[in-house]
């Protein structure tokens, strides 16, 4: 940044609340844990935008398992090692999403009973290996657009839920890019 004659081009500006406000607000509401006063998102939103995440997730387990257990074919092999890694993975996203929810003061919905309603991606069974890629690749589409807009939607407010979501997202596309390449080399 140029300096001009010497004179500062940013202006001081006391972003910073001072200390004795800070600690004077960290002592109310103590019940609360990690949300503290300058929590500036919404909330309810945040959650339920998590329990969404964390359905779809779910939805996404219970796809990529069932095309682990259900890959037959001469590429069955490689092609079931990344279903199950995915699998994984999914799961991992799940335990991460409902862990931020709990922090947020929410509950966690693992209720079965309108999972695939609230679950963004689908859980197409597909018949042959090819289907089950193919499927598998559109779920991730899926995800990857919703977690973008979460992103845009949380932005400042709660950086601690935008950085994991990003981290999941940035999962998301290494995913979809694996689907690809598995469809390219074994032909589509
Ligand atoms: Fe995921
Ligand atoms: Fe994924």
Same mark, same amino acid.
């Given at each position: 940044m140029? !300096?001009?004659?010497?004179?500062?081009?940013?202006?001081?500006?006391?972003?910073?609340?001072?200390?004795?406000?800070?600690?004077?607000r960290?002592?109310?509401?103590?019940?609360?844990?990690a949300?503290?006063?300058?929590?500036?998102?919404?909330?309810?939103?945040?959650?339920?935008?998590?329990?969404?995440?964390?359905?779809?997730?779910?939805?996404?387990?219970l796809?990529?398992?069932?095309?682990?257990f259900?890959?037959t074919g001469?590429?069955?092999?490689s092609?079931?090692?990344?279903?199950?890694?995915?699998?994984? !993975?999914?799961q991992?996203?799940?335990?991460?999403?409902?862990?931020?929810?709990?922090q947020?003061?929410?509950?966690?919905?693992?209720?079965p009973?309108?999972l695939?309603?609230?679950?963004?991606?689908?859980?197409? !069974?597909?018949?042959?290996?090819i289907?089950?890629?193919? !499927?598998?690749l559109?779920?991730?589409?899926?995800?990857?657009?919703?977690?973008?807009?979460?992103?845009?939607?949380?932005?400042?407010?709660?950086?601690?839920?935008?950085r994991?979501?990003?981290?999941?997202?940035?999962m998301?596309?290494?995913?979809?890019?694996?689907?690809?390449?598995?469809?390219?080399t074994?032909?589509?």
């Amino acid at each position: 940044m140029a !300096e001009q004659s010497g004179a500062k081009t940013v202006p001081d500006k006391p972003f910073l609340t001072d200390v004795k406000t800070l600690r004077e607000r960290a002592r109310r509401h103590i019940e609360n844990g990690a949300i503290t006063e300058g929590y500036s998102a919404d909330r309810d939103t945040v959650v339920k935008l998590l329990n969404e995440a964390l359905a779809t997730e779910i939805i996404c387990v219970l796809r990529y398992k069932r095309h682990f257990f259900m890959a037959t074919g001469i590429n069955a092999e490689s092609v079931a090692a990344e279903f199950l890694q995915h699998a994984n !993975e999914e799961q991992g996203h799940a335990d991460l999403i409902a862990q931020r929810i709990v922090q947020l003061g929410g509950e966690p919905n693992f209720s079965p009973e309108g999972l695939a309603t609230r679950s963004h991606a689908e859980y197409v !069974e597909g018949d042959t290996l090819i289907d089950m890629i193919r !499927e598998d690749l559109v779920a991730e589409r899926i995800a990857i657009d919703s977690y973008r807009e979460m992103i845009t939607y949380v932005a400042n407010d709660d950086p601690t839920t935008r950085r994991m979501l990003e981290g999941i997202l940035a999962m998301e596309e290494e995913h979809a890019d694996d689907l690809v390449s598995l469809l390219e080399t074994i032909g589509t």
